[in-house]
T-cell receptor, first 112, second 111 residues
């Protein structure tokens, strides 16, 4: 069966520091991968999605970037964090025409 | 692009009553409509979905209905229980486009 991992689970970082969040999927090939951010008490904001290695679509221009170095690995990065980057970061995957999308356990980021 | 509106934003019901959450979408090409349940501090979980070739789908106490003509779909929860309390999100998409989510409904089931 498919499994999605995210780490770290929680992170506290100072303003201006770099960020790297990792997501990996097991048990499937060529998944579509997604990064979402959820501010406290708010909805799901799609940040990036990828349909294949090296293919990244950005939904919201900001100080974040994403990379997909391997088929089942998706990385979210920032060179300099802002206070407004605080939130719950969720990775998700889907496969082909089934459309069903499943979320990872998330990383709770607090920028201080 | 697709736009999904979700109502109400908050909903309180007595335990045992029914709850209905409604969503409308704008893109007539959308053909997949999932519902997610998110408990406090947890990831959203897919609880039920419906595709455009079906008008209704049921799974125990939850059901989803789809009206393609009117471009709206609804989540129905019967015999609500305290553990149904959560935030519920609807979404829509077509083809390989990403899901577009509604803003969520916070459901409180009062014992």
């Amino acid at each position: 069966s498919q499994t999605i991992h995210q780490w770290p689970a929680t992170l506290v970082q100072p303003v201006g520091s770099p960020l790297s969040l990792e997501c990996t999927v097991e048990g499937t090939s060529n998944p579509n991968l997604y990064w979402y951010r959820q501010a406290a008490g708010r909805g799901l904001q799609l940040l990036f999605y990828s349909v294949g290695i090296g293919q990244i679509s950005s939904e919201v221009p900001q100080n974040l970037s994403a990379s997909r170095p391997q088929d089942r690995q998706f990385i979210l990065s920032s060179k300099k964090l802002l206070l407004s980057d605080s939130g719950f970061y969720l990775c998700a995957w889907s496969v082909g025409q089934t459309y069903e999308q499943y979320f990872g356990p998330g990383t709770r980021l607090t920028v201080t | 692009g697709e736009n999904v509106e979700q109502h109400p934003s908050t909903l309180s019901v007595q335990e045992g009553d029914s709850a209905v959450i409604k969503c409308t979408y704008s893109d007539s090409a959308s053909n997949y409509f999932p519902w997610y349940k998110q408990e406090l501090g947890k990831r959203p979980q897919l609880i039920i979905d419906i595709r455009s070739n079906v008008g209704e789908k049921k799974d125990q106490r939850i059901a989803v209905t789809l009206n393609k003509t009117a471009k709206h779909f609804s989540l129905h929860i019967t015999e609500t229980q305290p553990e149904d309390s959560a935030v519920y999100f609807c979404a829509a998409c077509s083809g390989n486009t990403p899901l577009v989510f509604g803003k969520g409904t916070r459901l409180s089931v009062i014992a």
